[in-house]
């Protein structure tokens, strides 16, 4: 294999830890599959993972690679591989241990990848795996969300929440949803009705929903409000896994805290979706490998302009 590059970091903590360096990728094992990486997408989740949040997980070995969702075409197969072959235009994720999307190759489990709709770019596909799953489990494998119910979607512009909206709408739910103020008409764009900004006054929506979900972002939804907006019987789902939801959620109630699996019938189930056109999530920003690292920093600083992934490709 030519000289391939990745992102990645020789110890935990911020921005400038991140290098663009060469690697030698393994050859796939049992149930893996070498993928050339047409694009990348970037989550707030990679952020904190290459901070050390998550280390009890990822523990202390490095170098450790970057990114988690992809797009591309299957190189290699490992034994057991039995749904995708060489050639086949993929999307999908890795797990958190793993990582190592912004790369020219990536090496990830099969169970993790499926094949790409044919009319999906690889930058729209590769938007879609953790913000999808994360939603399509939210809202029904934790809210067990059926045709005809009322939602409401905490943060729903967000890469969660505008997936749960236009999941939510496909599963013929109506959806109502919290935003910025100046992006009311956005919101009004998707089909959710109404549209209120976080300082909302809970009293107003009282009893109106089936299914609360905060889909994190900046503003996280208290638990009183949620209670104060459920219908009787309804349900509340955080995508926010800190230690008081998790506890929250082994408690009795309608409290839920989902954390993402990697299950193959779900991200099958989002590239569908995506394939018919019924999900698609915005694209802010590409660039190349390359010249990714200044705008990762800038957008981990909060100083990119527009709402929408950030995409990494090659070059």
Same mark, same amino acid.
Request: glycine share 10%.
């Given at each position: 294999?030519?000289?391939?590059?990745?992102?990645?970091?020789?110890?935990?903590?911020?921005?400038?830890?991140?290098?663009?360096?060469?690697?030698?990728?393994?050859?796939?094992?049992?149930?893996?599959?070498?993928?050339?990486?047409?694009?990348?997408?970037?989550?707030?989740?990679?952020?904190?993972?290459?901070?050390?949040?998550?280390?009890?997980?990822?523990?202390?070995?490095?170098?450790?690679?970057?990114?988690?969702?992809?797009?591309?075409?299957?190189?290699?197969?490992?034994?057991?591989?039995?749904?995708?072959?060489?050639?086949?235009?993929?999307?999908?994720?890795?797990?958190?241990?793993?990582?190592?999307?912004?790369?020219?190759?990536?090496?990830?489990?099969?169970?993790?990848?499926?094949?790409?709709?044919?009319?999906?770019?690889?930058?729209?596909?590769?938007?879609?795996?953790?913000?999808?799953?994360?939603?399509?489990?939210?809202?029904?494998?934790? *809210?067990?969300?059926?045709?005809?119910? =009322?939602?409401? !979607?905490?943060?729903? /512009?967000?890469? @969660?929440? &505008?997936? #749960?909206?236009?999941?939510?709408?496909?599963?013929?739910?109506?959806?109502?949803?919290?935003?910025?103020?100046?992006?009311?008409?956005?919101?009004?764009?998707?089909?959710?009705?109404?549209?209120?900004?976080?300082?909302?006054?809970?009293?107003?929506?009282?009893?109106?929903?089936?299914?609360?979900?905060?889909?994190?972002?900046?503003?996280?939804?208290?638990?009183?409000?949620?209670?104060?907006?459920?219908?009787?019987?309804?349900?509340?789902?955080?995508?926010?896994?800190?230690?008081?939801?998790?506890?929250?959620?082994?408690?009795? *109630?309608?409290?839920?805290?989902?954390? =993402?699996?990697? !299950?193959?019938?779900? /991200?099958?189930? @989002?590239? &569908?979706? #995506?394939?018919?056109?019924?999900?698609?999530?915005?694209?802010?920003?590409?660039?190349?490998?390359?010249?990714?690292?200044?705008?990762?920093?800038?957008?981990?600083?909060?100083?990119?302009?527009?709402?929408?992934?950030?995409?990494?490709?090659?070059?």
């Amino acid at each position: 294999m030519t000289t391939v590059k990745r992102i990645q970091y020789h110890q935990y903590g911020g921005p400038e830890v991140m290098r663009l360096e060469e690697f030698e990728p393994a050859p796939p094992g049992a149930g893996e599959v070498l993928v050339r990486v047409r694009a990348a997408a970037v989550n707030p989740m990679d952020f904190g993972i290459r901070a050390g949040r998550m280390k009890h997980v990822t523990g202390r070995r490095f170098p450790r690679a970057m990114g988690y969702d992809f797009a591309g075409v299957v190189e290699a197969v490992g034994d057991r591989v039995t749904r995708l072959r060489v050639g086949d235009e993929v999307l999908g994720g890795t797990s958190i241990k793993s990582a190592g999307a912004f790369a020219d190759v990536i090496v990830a489990q099969e169970k993790g990848i499926v094949t790409k709709p044919a009319n999906l770019s690889f930058e729209d596909a590769a938007a879609l795996p953790t913000v999808g799953i994360t939603a399509l489990q939210a809202l029904v494998a934790k *809210g067990k969300l059926r045709p005809g119910q =009322a939602v409401f !979607v905490h943060s729903c /512009l967000g890469g @969660v929440g &505008r997936s #749960a909206v236009q999941i939510a709408l496909a599963h013929q739910a109506t959806v109502a949803g919290s935003c910025r103020d100046t992006a009311r008409s956005e919101a009004y764009d998707l089909g959710i009705e109404p549209v209120v900004d976080f300082s909302f006054d809970a009293a107003s929506l009282a009893g109106r929903f089936d299914l609360v979900l905060d889909a994190g972002g900046p503003h996280s939804l208290p638990v009183k409000t949620a209670r104060t907006m459920l219908r009787p019987g309804g349900r509340i789902v955080s995508v926010l896994p800190t230690p008081a939801n998790l506890v929250r959620s082994a408690l009795p *109630g309608p409290y839920q805290a989902v954390i =993402a699996r990697p !299950v193959t019938e779900d /991200l099958e189930e @989002v590239a &569908r979706a #995506a394939g018919r056109g019924t999900l698609r999530l915005p694209v802010a920003r590409v660039v190349p490998l390359s010249q990714a690292i200044p705008a990762l920093t800038e957008l981990e600083q909060g100083r990119a302009a527009k709402r929408g992934k950030l995409i990494i490709t090659p070059g």
